[in-house]
């Protein structure tokens, strides 16, 4: 007889933290709380997705290969999360701590600011209201899809990348909206 014992051992966390001007006066990130930020989560979630997608093409993998989701976390009395990828695969396979190396994950924050010009494109605006199957959707992610939207996911990746929030991509649709 044996006993074996399998677990994802990889994990790589994101968190964005300093953010002026964003989110919760004073403590510079995102908050989760429906009250302070109703759109907080659906913003994670977004952008976790976003970056799974762009971590995945990095490493020429399926997106199965990697699963993606958030962490709560305490800032006083602000909630926020870190966004963690971790391996999928049976006991690890060192793709999440590949990812989490100096040397890379500024590759996949270029690669995922690269994505930008084609989610603000006309013809993917003109296509798709929230998320669709081009930008942000999958099968893997059925779960998630009524949190997704690819605006969110940009406003995020531009907040990552130290870029400040354009409104702008709000404010356009405002009379559409109303």
């Not at 919760?24 to 970056?51: D, E, N, R, Y």
């Not at 996949?108 to 494109?121: A, D, G, N, Q, Y």
């Not at 893997?140 to 409104?167: F, Y």
């Amino acid at each position: 007889g044996a006993i074996g014992s399998k677990s994802i051992t990889d994990l790589l966390t994101v968190e964005l933290m300093g953010l002026i001007g964003v989110g919760h006066p004073g403590a510079g990130v995102i908050p989760m709380s429906k009250l302070s930020l109703p759109a907080g989560k659906a913003a994670m979630t977004s952008f976790a997705h976003a970056l799974r997608k762009e971590a995945c093409y990095h490493l020429d993998m399926e997106l199965q290969e990697i699963e993606v989701g958030i962490l709560p976390i305490s800032h006083g009395d602000v909630w926020s999360g870190r966004v963690y990828l971790a391996d999928s695969l049976d006991n690890g396979a060192g793709h999440a701590s590949f990812l989490g190396q100096i040397d890379q994950f500024p590759s996949v924050l270029e690669r995922l600011k690269s994505t930008i010009p084609s989610m603000t494109s006309l013809e993917h605006m003109k296509n798709c209201d929230r998320a669709c199957p081009d930008c942000l959707m999958s099968y893997d992610n059925r779960q998630d899809h009524p949190l997704l939207d690819w605006r969110l996911a940009v406003d995020m990746i531009e907040l990552a990348t130290g870029k400040g929030l354009d409104a702008s991509r709000w404010m356009s649709r405002a009379n559409q909206l109303v």
